[in-house]
């Protein structure tokens, strides 16, 4: 670990700034003919994908795009996905790439809100728009990124083979500045528009600096099946494209069909949500695989719980490391936990160069003092990697930082912990209620605010509890308004399951005489989860 930290200091600091779409044509030149992309059966070699980048810069210069523009990309994981994002980088530009999973409704406003250019989307997101009302607005190229002819009503439409510039291509060489945007990652959300979390170029060159630590390196052959719009799949597909490794792409995730591709393509490293572990774990055909290639597993973006790491690290070879960060950056930890077996249910250290701290409800920084354990507080993190902010919204990008007595600038996490006496990073309740189901951000808010727009709800309450089968999932406590016909709990779960993405949907709902609160009328979820299995349906 000290000698990978090393390096990743040495290499940080004997080079200037490189651009990741510069890396990959620098591994086109060297190493024409290593693998870059799987993709199913289609696999692009360094020399192949080099050139598809090209097309797809050449063809938005060619439309006029201006560096710091935005494109927009909705659609499922492709190896065309792939180089369109950085053949988008490679013109100047940021991409906004956005879940297929929201709302017609709610991508129009993502789209929107981060003033895009493009929007390429698949059929099915087309389809979707469409059936919906949502043609492109003025100004707005919409691209299928599948070449799906037929598709989309919009006569403003087109397809991406047409689309892109002829081979070879040549676009003009764009000098990419380390705090031009990167991309605009959205948060989850359901009324109005989610956050916009700018990313900068500096702060993907630290993700880039910092897989090092786990090993990635020219011969990474990284398998990766969460989707493209995922922070949690960016932070190892970008550095194993940087480092000149093979990326593995599964449109959807499947065990079995992991556990094939694991095996036959040797993988060596993958980035995984904790849900995906456990049925990994449970799957009954899992020890007849060869998994020996396997140097380092990850796993962040939900709580990854201390008997199942130790399930994977007794029954899966190689290294397990656990991230803990957030979308926004500032401060990341990582528990290395083969070298920690007895910190499984800690977070880890802070990485080198990340400073931590707790503050406490007020904004105070609490003591910490090495050799002792720390009193509870809200974690905060400052780094080199930070959002610039949320895109157009310097108020909540305001209410998420926190300055020390010096002005130093850090990212509030809304989670509650304490470090033990050895410097690891316990994690207790979030404060913020946002449920993760799947490695999905749900925020109960949402939620609660479309419940509220039904007639016959005059409050609601939104939680997560224990799934089986996502780690955590939404469920709803819902009180009837006066004078109104309460309508069938299950017909109310569907209305609300019409309105919201498919990775929000309530997974139960009950009505309930009132919530319980506190004496100030804080909603007191607690109780509510803590009750749920006890109270019959």
């Known amino acids: 670990v000290a000698t990978a930290a090393a ?137 299928r990124l599948d070449d799906s002819a037929g598709v989309g009503a919009s006569a403003s439409d087109g397809d991406l083979g047409p689309w892109l510039a002829g081979a070879p291509a ?27 979390i700018v990313q900068s170029h500096a702060m993907r060159e630290m993700h880039i600096q910092r897989a090092l630590i786990s090993g990635y390196a020219a011969d990474t052959v990284a398998l990766l099946s969460t989707p493209l719009y995922s922070n949690t799949t960016l932070v190892s597909l970008l550095p194993t494209l940087a480092w000149g490794g093979c990326a593995v792409l599964m449109p959807r995730f499947d065990a079995l069909a992991y556990l094939q591709l694991a095996e036959r393509h040797r993988a060596t490293h993958s980035m995984l949500v904790p849900v995906q572990y456990q049925r990994l774990m449970a799957h009954p055909e899992f020890e007849r695989f060869d ?59 802070p990485v080198e160069g990340h400073d931590i701290r707790l503050i406490d409800e007020d904004g105070r920084e609490l003591p910490v003092q090495r050799g002792t354990e720390s009193p509870l507080g809200e974690v905060v993190g400052r780094s080199p990697g930070m959002m610039t902010g949320y895109h157009r919204q310097p108020a909540k990008t305001a209410e998420a930082e926190w300055f020390d007595a010096d002005g130093q600038r850090y990212i509030r996490t809304g989670d509650v912990g304490r470090f033990d006496a050895d410097g690891f990073l316990v994690l207790g309740d979030r404060r913020k209620d946002m449920v993760i189901s799947g490695g999905f951000n749900i925020y109960p808010s949402d939620l609660e605010a479309v419940l509220r727009q039904h007639p016959a709800v005059a409050d609601a309450a939104v939680f997560g509890i224990p799934s089986a089968e996502w780690g955590e999932t939404p469920v709803a406590a819902v009180v009837p308004r006066a004078g109104h016909e309460a309508p069938d709990a299950e017909a109310l779960r569907a209305w609300v399951n019409a309105q919201v993405g498919k990775t929000q949907r309530l997974s139960a709902l009950r009505w309930v005489d009132e919530l319980p609160r506190s004496a100030i009328g804080k909603v007191l979820k607690r109780e509510l989860r803590d009750g749920w299995a006890a109270t019959p349906a």
């Not at 993502?110 to 949502?134: I, K, P, Q, S, Y």
Request: aromatic content about 6%.
């Open 170 to 196: 040549r676009p003009q060489p764009v000098a990419t500045a380390p705090g031009w945007a990167f991309n605009i990652i959205y948060s989850s959300g359901t009324t109005g528009t989610p956050k916009g």
């Open 291 to 349: 998994l020996r290639s396997f140097r380092t597993k990850q796993c962040t973006s939900a709580p990854f719980h201390a008997a199942l790491k130790a399930r994977v690290l007794a029954r899966w070879p190689g290294g397990l490391v656990e991230v803990y960060g957030m979308t926004e950056g500032g401060g990341t930890t990582v528990l290395q936990a083969h070298l920690h077996p007895t910190k499984l249910h800690t977070v880890g250290h």
């Open 7 to 143: 390096a990743c200091r040495r290499m940080t600091a004997a080079h200037a700034f490189t651009s990741l779409p510069d890396r990959v044509a620098r591994h086109a030149a060297e190493r024409p003919a290593a693998p870059a992309l799987v993709v199913g059966e289609q696999r692009l070699d360094y020399a192949a994908f080099d050139a598809q980048v090209d097309r797809c810069a050449a063809a938005l210069q060619r439309d006029g795009a201006r560096p710091q523009q935005v494109v927009a990309i909705c659609a499922a994981t492709s190896a065309a996905y792939v180089a369109l994002y950085l053949g988008a980088l490679r013109a100047g530009l940021a991409v906004a790439p956005l879940p297929p999973s929201a709302t017609p409704a709610q991508l129009a406003g993502m789209v929107a809100d981060a003033e895009a250019g493009w929007c390429f989307v698949d059929a099915e997101v087309a389809r979707a728009l469409d059936a919906a009302g949502h043609p492109p607005p003025p100004g707005l190229r919409r691209i």
